[in-house]
């Protein structure tokens, strides 16, 4: 474990880079050989948008990463936060219970708060309105959404009290299951099922996509679905119900348009409808 912690505490930015290319790679390539959905459409063509979003979040991210390396020094050297109030603990544990608690603040916590807020959801559509979700759908943020997320993963380390370790370690396995969750592959049923009672499994993630309420304000998790059930947002949805987009914006050449994407979170607030009887 030290010698874990001690590569995360230096990791270089190529192989973080490596990692987000090697990722979105390998998701590509299963999605050709196990695909969950017989996507009609031009994956190249789909991908433009949504990897100049994933080009944007990585500069945003590395601008901004000099933030996280002093709070994350700034609340290990004045022992504060959560995990550095509680009783000497294994390495192991301290490590396991920073992810957990960042994934809370990084990923759920600001999923369901751009859900509820009129002005965040805006910028969130951005996101949902992708009707052929892939490993590249992952992240597609508007810029303005991928500096929310920073902001509340830093919120998430000066409460966590995570250190620099902790933090890219969390980042890490968070870029993974991203791509994880919203890569087109299908997986056996009873396996994704089984899976998603710890962590959130690709099924779990794609209901969340479903173009219609109750099912895209549920599902908010990104790495661990023990925060959805705990506080009662996990629905289930049989796969082949899942219809993608969000049914207030169902322009799907509009949806395409990376300038129109940009431009997105400027328009008229339209939250999706209660979903028909299913």
């Known amino acids: 474990m030290e010698t874990i912690i001690h590569y995360f505490e230096t990791i270089p930015s190529l192989h973080r880079s490596l990692l987000l290319v090697g990722g979105i790679t390998f998701f590509w ?8 959905f017989k996507l009609s459409y031009k994956k190249w063509k789909h991908a433009f948008p949504n990897l100049f979003f994933t080009a944007t979040t990585i500069v945003i991210n590395f601008s901004l990463a000099f933030l996280l390396l002093k709070s994350a020094d700034w609340v290990q050297i004045n022992h504060f936060g959560i995990i550095n109030w509680l009783p000497e603990m294994p390495l192991w544990l301290y490590v396991v219970l920073g992810v957990v608690l960042l994934d809370f603040f990084g990923a759920y916590l600001v999923h369901f708060v751009e859900h509820k807020v009129k002005s965040l959801w805006m910028i969130h559509l951005v996101h949902h309105t992708d009707h052929n979700v892939d490993t590249t759908t992952a992240n597609r943020h508007h810029p303005l959404e991928s500096m929310i ?10 409460v ?6 902790i933090v890219m370690i969390y980042q890490s396995i968070s870029l993974i299951f991203t791509q994880f969750t919203h ?5 056996n049923k009873r396996v994704d099922k089984i899976l998603s009672s710890i962590i959130i499994s690709p099924d779990m993630h794609k ?7 109750p099912y895209t304000d ?7 679905s023990l925060w959805d059930r ?9 796969r082949e119900k899942i219809v993608y987009g969000v049914d207030t914006f169902p322009n799907e050449k509009t949806n395409a348009n990376l300038m129109e994407l940009l431009k997105q979170p400027f328009q008229g607030y339209r939250k999706p409808t209660n979903s028909e009887e299913i």
Do not use: W
């Open 29 to 36: 390539v299963l999605e050709g050989a196990l695909p969950l």
């Open 207 to 213: 209901i969340h996509h479903h173009h219609m309420l």
């Open 218 to 224: 549920s599902n908010y998790g990104n790495i661990f």
């Open 230 to 238: 705990i506080f009662g947002t996990y629905l289930y949805l049989e």
């Open 149 to 158: 997320r920073f902001a509340f993963t830093l919120f998430g380390v000066f």
């Open 160 to 165: 966590v009290g995570a250190p620099i370790a």
């Open 183 to 187: 890569a087109n592959i299908k997986m």
